[in-house]
């Protein structure tokens, strides 16, 4: 019985690196199968064709070659500063195989070279479970492959860039690993998501095979029956080892293993707050980091609408009919419009110094709030809208404007319990400084008439534990609440050091108010958890 077997490219690389080159052994499987033996014991075997050198530094290694043995293998020329990767030599001979493999654990990489049904489709190979990785230079190729067998991976291993490129395809993957160089790695497990701190990163001689070489040490954990926390952390410690050297790792490691337990990330972020508060950059922030969501924001059903208001305001119903191709969000409003005309309610106009908008019928807050929602949503989400005192609105629907829309929004929500609100609260004067200096960059602008009656002050009720925490009780359901007090103008350096405190200050409350899976307030200030009733 193989405990492990990995499938993919052998090769010989010459690399080009922060001015150094070197010519050493290379491909998937042999980055993978090389960092998995200097993590276990246990018995590993590639399938690949290699050559006779090749093939006797893996015998040495403990490693069985099922391929075949050639003269010749593929070559590559990779410049890592121009992120280029040349075929020098392809050979493309098959690999047959006629008697019974038994497997453990199979990992295919999902590469050009490697043919994938050859494996899964030959009854030759029986196997327990199954991981993928895929590489950005040809994930598309093989998004087919990923559809086609995605109800036998059990693992997928990929970097940010291949995710945001596969993730419509592979929601149905219990396990998705996600590396994003010097960030920290993300686990998509079970619909939950999971964050892990790499390890020091400052002493890179070459980024070729690090994402290989995690592979290889997560699944020699995983074939140990480890946790998973130590898996990723297996992973995490050989990555950082190949950075350190050109090619595969041969020498034992050296580098001593460090405790890194998983802090959960929510699956679902509402940030609140006034208008020129801060939401867009804390959310460009917070991505930077962590690019798993979608977002969701209001602003762009809002300036559809506010755009439609314009045409149809002109009186011309050929401008209004021009229109039709743009509508993305308001369609049925559209059409209602084109009924109508001329006697139009319309939900918007113009400002009356001609900067900006007023909203005039005061339903378009919950209208394009649920627009974008339902548009939008995906098992990770970022949401982000403004409320302000709105008499009109107030009038028609209560004073709790946050409660209405918040309902609105998380009941949309797949995971709504892995949910936190962020409320971004600021001074009117920095606010109103702020909105002018937007609209110079040519973002929009809020009116005036809007700045000083409806975001004049921030309405966002929620109960407070400090100044920071808190929580929103919504039927029956209480939900972390981070107040972030963005009421400086900082440089770029200044805001960055800002934000990341937030962030993991952030990421901390919501650990402790998630713990356990409990999810209504007890009331234990000091402790702030979630509970839920049973």
């Not at 492959?145 to 970097?159: A, G, H």
């Not at 949401?383 to 929004?409: H, M, T």
């Not at 600021?426 to 409806?454: A, C, P, W």
């Not at 000091?526 to 009733?533: I, N, P, T």
């Amino acid at each position: 019985m193989i405990d492990i077997c990995f499938v993919g490219n052998s090769s010989i690389d010459d690399i080009k690196s922060f001015n150094n080159r070197k010519k050493v052994f290379g491909g998937s499987c042999i980055y993978s199968s090389l960092s998995c033996r200097n993590s276990t014991n246990k018995n590993i075997s590639v399938i690949s064709n290699v050559n006779v050198e090749l093939n006797a530094l893996l015998k040495s290694k403990g490693i069985n070659v099922i391929g075949n043995i050639l003269s010749s293998i593929n070559s590559f020329k990779i410049d890592e500063d121009n992120n280029s990767c040349i075929f020098i030599n392809k050979v493309d001979i098959p690999i047959i195989i006629d008697d019974q493999i038994n497997i453990n654990h199979l990992h295919i990489s999902f590469r050009k070279g490697v043919d994938i049904d050859s494996i899964l489709e030959n009854p030759n190979i029986n196997y327990k479970t199954l991981s993928v990785d895929v590489m950005i230079h040809s994930v598309e190729e093989f998004i087919p492959y990923l559809e086609k067998y995605k109800d036998k991976i059990t693992t997928l291993f990929c970097n940010l860039k291949e995710y945001i490129k596969t993730k419509k395809f592979i929601q149905s993957i219990p396990n998705i690993v996600i590396t994003n160089e010097d960030k920290p790695v993300v686990l998509m497990k079970d619909g939950k998501n999971y964050s892990y701190d790499i390890m020091d990163t400052k002493s890179i001689v070459s980024t070729t095979g690090a994402g290989d070489s995690f592979i290889g040490g997560y699944l020699a954990k995983q074939i140990e029956c480890k946790s998973i926390d130590e898996c990723i952390t297996e992973g995490i410690m050989n990555s950082s080892s190949s950075i350190k050297n050109f090619g595969p790792i041969i020498s034992p490691l050296k580098t001593k293993q460090s405790n890194n337990n998983s802090k959960k990330i929510p699956n679902n972020i509402i940030v609140v707050g006034n208008s020129c508060a801060g939401k867009s950059t804390f959310i460009d922030f917070f991505k930077s980091l962590y690019n798993i969501y979608a977002d969701i924001d209001d602003l762009p059903p809002l300036l559809e609408m506010f755009e439609l208001d314009d045409i149809a305001s002109k009186g011309s119903l050929e401008d209004i009919k021009t229109f039709k191709s743009k509508v993305v969000y308001m369609k049925d409003i559209y059409e209602e419009y084109i009924k109508e005309f001329p006697n139009i309610n319309h939900y918007s106009v113009k400002a009356k110094d001609g900067n900006g908008h007023n909203i005039i019928n005061p339903s378009l807050w919950d209208i394009i709030l649920e627009r974008t929602v339902n548009y939008s949503k995906e098992q990770n989400n970022i949401i982000q809208f403004s409320r302000g005192k709105d008499a009109a609105y107030e009038k028609k629907f209560g004073n709790n404007v946050y409660e209405r829309s918040l309902r609105s929004v998380i009941n949309e929500l797949p995971n709504k319990d892995e949910t936190i609100i962020i409320n971004l609260s600021s001074d009117l004067e920095i606010r109103k400084s702020r909105n002018y200096i937007r609209y110079q960059n040519g973002g929009h602008f809020v009116s005036e008439e809007t700045m000083n009656q409806v975001y004049k002050n921030d309405i966002f009720n929620y109960e407070h534990i400090d100044i920071n925490r808190g929580f929103f009780l919504l039927e029956g359901v209480s939900y972390p609440v981070f107040t972030i007090i963005n009421n400086k103008m900082l440089s770029q350096v200044e805001l960055n050091q800002f934000l990341m405190y937030n962030l993991n200050e952030i990421i901390n409350y919501f650990n402790e108010f998630r713990r356990d899976d409990k999810y209504e307030y007890e009331g234990n200030s000091k402790k702030y958890l979630a509970k839920q009733s049973k």
